[in-house]
């Protein structure tokens, strides 16, 4: 067992229970007192999902914030979280709980409780957080995409990849540094999106490690083919200055992780409802790709078939 | 900042939400579809939470009987959990799985979900796990002591601390060793007990830091004094038979961690109740002490009152 996909294997036959959705979804659901309760459990540890040097206010609005995104992605609205804090010195630890207090307010996820923990000296920085999400309507998983959907991406792909790119020092500073930088350290998802957008979709998830990996899920999860649309993969302008819009830059951005954009299937007459649930929130959609019969993911730019790069994603 | 305590006040400032019961409790609160859904997360760290060389299916048994325990300490019956898993080696993993599988089981705690995480070289196994239970009778706290109460724990107390001190050789190896570190490496609360004895309470919470520190954290949050006899605390024939029973065998069994029993302050009238329940389930109960109206902790040894010790628990 010397992977991840490994050992989530191994844990998919303990997880056998209906409301774990076979591991193959975003988050947990239940349902309770004819509800149903959405559940999700994201950590992040140092030098692995954060950077030491990264500001730790940011470090907690991160943990908050790819938390709501899943449960956004859901179509759940935010209940609540509790968090586990390895305990660091004092100065580092006060920075962390203004940004956690600050992301808790944005995302509407009040804290209900959590556990504190000594750490052994010189051991990474790692937290855990667990939100919870409701809603009384369907609950959208990434199995559901048909054959004939469309396949959407919400917001921009690629910027925070680019601001890690940057802090790491494997892309240039550049004018549109910062604006990317942040965009890594503290993403924020429009966590209105998911539930507006949720009556529409046949599958939702959010992206998370990318949209090429993330798009290969959601054809494995739904036992179909994926088709996207390189060209039409969604940039933003300080992308675009920065790393160009040629096929590169695309293909990096579509492999980079931290996106918390949200990536559905929809049937193609929904369209409308689509794009004026997301106008009325100010959220872009783009349509990048279509749902096929058939297996897997598969890419074009333009007309023309390009293979897949041989990493899609983060792993972690 | 540079005690758990200071960076709990500090959440408190932040976790304002009813449900979180002013992280005073063991557990969070929160009302759904007519039910009461109750959820904890605790983080067991290695080299502070259990001992490297712990066979790995027994750290992932702790993992969730801790946090069992904390669901049945609040009446409620077991819905589920998510956890965190921090990869390591393929056989460690393999042997947590199993030990995963086989607590989930028998604490009726169905896998729901969670994360798997890299961790950088060389840094301690650590593992969250957030548990969730149901209820739809009232759910009690810390704080519902009142005085004329009489104070009741189940089980038998000092048994787990007496076994990591056999582990780590603060105490010598006895024929009843094994049995001891098994209290220790694999906690087994009788899960059922909690919420059978729920509608009898003014006041329960498991005993996971030290009888003493659990005690006054009780009354402290229920605003009485509590007086505990240290004569009267249970404890097990291993126990007896390695350490003593003397007053000093009694102060060390009082403020070792680990316990998960069940402490419990009920009007005298439910004295009958609390038995009758207990004894239907096949789990002892032993009323230890009063309560009062005042503040703190007292300790009495027959009729004789004794000094707190300095440490009155374990705080992690």
Chains 1, 2 share one sequence.
């Not at 844990?11 to 975003?26: C, K, Q, T």
């Not at 993911?297 to 023309?304: I, M, N, S, V, Y």
């Amino acid at each position: 067992m010397t992977t991840e996909f490994a050992l989530i294997e191994a844990l998919r036959g303990i997880a056998r229970s209906p409301g774990a959705r076979g591991l193959m979804d975003d988050a947990a659901v239940i349902e309770i007192g004819g509800e149903k309760l959405v559940l999700t459990l994201d950590t992040l540890v140092e030098s692995v999902h954060f950077l030491p040097g990264d500001p730790p206010a940011s470090v907690a609005w991160k943990l908050v914030a790819v938390n709501a995104s899943d449960i956004s992605a859901k179509g759940a609205e935010p209940l609540g979280c509790l968090y586990s804090h390895a305990l660091g010195d004092d100065e580092w630890d006060s920075a962390f709980l203004d940004g956690l207090a600050e992301a808790c307010a944005h995302f509407n996820l009040p804290l209900l409780g959590g556990d504190t923990v000594r750490m052994p000296e010189g051991a990474p920085r790692s937290f855990s957080l667990t939100a919870l999400g409701r809603t009384s309507s369907a609950v959208p998983s990434r199995s559901g995409a048909q054959p004939g959907d469309r396949v959407w991406v919400s917001g921009t792909i690629g910027d925070s990849g680019l601001g890690l790119a940057v802090l790491t020092g494997r892309a240039a500073e550049a004018e549109a540094g910062e604006w990317l930088t942040e965009r890594y350290r503290r993403p924020s998802p429009d966590t209105r999106l998911g539930p507006a957008l949720a009556p529409w979709v046949s599958a939702m998830m959010d992206v998370s490690d990318g949209l090429l990996i993330d798009g290969q899920r959601m054809a494995d999860a739904s036992a179909v083919a994926i088709s996207i649309a390189a060209d039409l993969v969604p940039l933003s302008a300080a992308f675009r200055k920065t790393a160009g819009d040629d096929l590169d830059a695309r293909l990096e951005a579509m492999t980079a992780g931290d996106d918390y954009c949200l990536l559905l299937a929809a049937p193609p007459e929904h369209t409308m409802q689509i794009r004026e649930t997301a106008a009325a929130l100010d959220c872009p959609v783009t349509a990048i790709g279509t749902v096929s019969a058939g297996a897997g993911l598969t890419l074009f730019h333009g007309d023309r078939p390009i293979s897949l790069p041989e990493r899609l994603g983060y792993r972690h």
